[in-house]
């Protein structure tokens, strides 16, 4: 069903229905289920109903209850990664098995971006949580070649990690968990001829990849800030080729694809989008056409789907709701897209400080 207006009051119902019980479809993702309350509670944020619908204090004990702590100091380099639990579940101790299964009880970096996000956004204060074991056991996962492990054994390495470090690192305010030169040479490789960046060295270029290398270098400071504003001589990335490789991403249809030759998908409105934004190329965006390609994706119980006609799911419901902030849609809070939460949970201000109203 195709909606002719943004309906707010949908979504935010659709939103506050996924916090109070999830479907039994995403019974799958239990694992992830810190991620899903990321989705869930920062579209809430977005749409102006967290104070009215969540328990934010309720939310940050049990954010902090899936923090892995070492027994002792000592533990911090034997090669584990304490960070954050993506769910209750995945604390279980872990079952002897002689198969070669990669065991989930244990902490990985994208939940512990999730853990971190989600603290700032209710309003909790980062310096009150043992920041030290997650920086720490966190210079374990950073590969020689710059790159990093989301945990500390058998996994894959590419751009989605290293966001997800230099995230953590910046949201906690202290670099000492990676060594961001070598993080930067690693971004730097997976620019492809095209001006996109692959998740890996020489691979395709991707929305998803181009958005996590290009906001990394941002958050790490190697790039500025809408620097096709600033007239800089040059730049450690091919900004002009990056620049028409995302122009080149928005289809007849006005929704945006992740790769060449691909269908527009809600999501890379947001992943897309956001890397124009850090670059100052926003104004190329057909705004116009985008949102209309948008509401076609917009579901009658709220929430929003992958592709036209779809059923709705959280995933592309969050970024849609991300999507329609860049475009400046009335009633919902401005975005930080360089780190997925609104400006001011990104701030560290709460909503009911005196320093809020200061910031307007």
Same mark, same amino acid.
């Given at each position: 069903?195709?909606?002719?207006?943004?309906?707010?009051?949908?979504?935010?119902? @659709?939103?506050?229905?996924?916090?109070?019980?999830? #479907?039994?479809?995403?019974? =799958?993702?239990?694992?992830?289920?810190?991620?899903?309350?990321?989705?869930? %509670?920062?579209?809430?944020?977005?749409?102006? =109903?967290?104070?009215?619908?969540?328990?934010?204090?309720?939310?940050?004990?049990?954010?902090?209850?899936?923090?892995?702590?070492?027994?002792?100091? $000592?533990?911090?380099?034997?090669?584990?990664?304490?960070?954050?639990?993506?769910?209750?579940?995945?604390?279980? #101790? &872990?079952?002897?098995? !002689?198969?070669?299964?990669?065991? &989930?009880?244990?902490?990985?970096?994208?939940?512990?971006?999730?853990?971190?996000?989600?603290?700032?956004?209710?309003?909790?204060?980062?310096?009150?949580?043992?920041?030290?074991?997650?920086?720490?056991?966190?210079?374990?996962?950073?590969?020689?070649?710059? *790159?990093?492990?989301?945990? +500390?054994?058998? $996994?894959?390495?590419?751009?989605?990690?290293?966001?997800?470090?230099?995230?953590?690192? +910046?949201?906690?305010?202290?670099? *000492?968990?990676?060594?961001?030169?070598?993080?930067?040479?690693?971004?730097?490789?997976?620019?492809?001829?095209? /001006?996109? @960046?692959?998740?890996? &060295?020489?691979?395709?270029?991707?929305?998803?990849?181009?958005?996590?290398?290009?906001?990394?270098?941002?958050?790490?400071?190697? %790039?500025?800030?809408?620097?096709?504003?600033?007239?800089?001589? =040059?730049?450690?990335?091919?900004?002009?080729?990056?620049?028409?490789?995302?122009?080149?991403?928005?289809?007849?249809?006005?929704?945006?694809?992740?790769?060449?030759?691909?269908? *527009?998908?809600?999501?890379?409105?947001?992943?897309?989008?956001?890397?124009?934004? %850090?670059?100052?190329? +926003?104004?190329?965006?057909?705004?116009?056409?985008?949102?209309? @390609?948008?509401?076609?994706?917009?579901?009658?119980?709220? /929430?929003?789907?992958?592709?036209?006609?779809?059923?709705?799911?959280?995933?592309?419901?969050?970024?849609?709701?991300?999507?329609?902030?860049?475009?400046?849609?009335?009633?919902?809070? =401005?975005?930080?897209?360089?780190?997925?939460?609104?400006? %001011?949970?990104?701030?560290?201000?709460?909503? !009911?400080?005196? *320093?809020?109203?200061?910031?307007?």
């Amino acid at each position: 069903m195709d909606l002719e207006l943004f309906e707010r009051d949908r979504h935010v119902t @659709f939103l506050q229905m996924m916090y109070q019980l999830l #479907p039994s479809p995403y019974q =799958s993702q239990e694992i992830n289920r810190l991620t899903l309350a990321y989705f869930v %509670i920062s579209g809430l944020d977005l749409l102006n =109903s967290l104070d009215r619908l969540v328990d934010k204090d309720a939310v940050a004990t049990w954010v902090l209850s899936l923090q892995a702590h070492p027994r002792s100091t $000592a533990e911090l380099n034997n090669g584990q990664f304490y960070g954050f639990h993506g769910s209750r579940a995945a604390q279980f #101790p &872990p079952e002897n098995n !002689d198969n070669g299964a990669l065991n &989930p009880s244990v902490s990985n970096l994208a939940s512990t971006y999730c853990a971190l996000a989600l603290l700032k956004i209710v309003g909790y204060n980062l310096s009150s949580i043992d920041s030290e074991s997650i920086l720490t056991s966190m210079r374990n996962l950073q590969q020689p070649d710059g *790159s990093f492990m989301p945990i +500390h054994t058998g $996994a894959e390495t590419d751009l989605r990690f290293v966001y997800c470090a230099v995230a953590i690192c +910046h949201m906690l305010g202290n670099w *000492s968990g990676m060594d961001k030169e070598k993080a930067k040479e690693y971004i730097l490789k997976c620019q492809s001829y095209d /001006g996109g @960046f692959g998740l890996v &060295p020489g691979s395709e270029s991707h929305g998803g990849a181009t958005y996590c290398g290009v906001t990394s270098l941002r958050l790490m400071g190697f %790039i500025e800030d809408e620097i096709l504003s600033k007239n800089a001589p =040059s730049s450690i990335i091919d900004v002009p080729l990056l620049l028409d490789w995302c122009v080149q991403r928005q289809a007849a249809d006005g929704g945006f694809q992740g790769r060449p030759n691909k269908p *527009s998908d809600t999501c890379y409105a947001f992943w897309i989008a956001s890397v124009l934004k %850090i670059l100052g190329g +926003h104004k190329f965006i057909d705004k116009k056409a985008l949102h209309g @390609f948008l509401l076609t994706c917009q579901s009658e119980y709220g /929430g929003f789907s992958k592709f036209p006609g779809q059923l709705p799911d959280l995933y592309h419901s969050y970024y849609g709701l991300t999507a329609f902030s860049l475009l400046e849609e009335p009633g919902l809070n =401005s975005l930080c897209v360089e780190l997925g939460m609104t400006a %001011i949970a990104a701030m560290g201000i709460s909503l !009911d400080s005196p *320093s809020y109203l200061l910031a307007l």
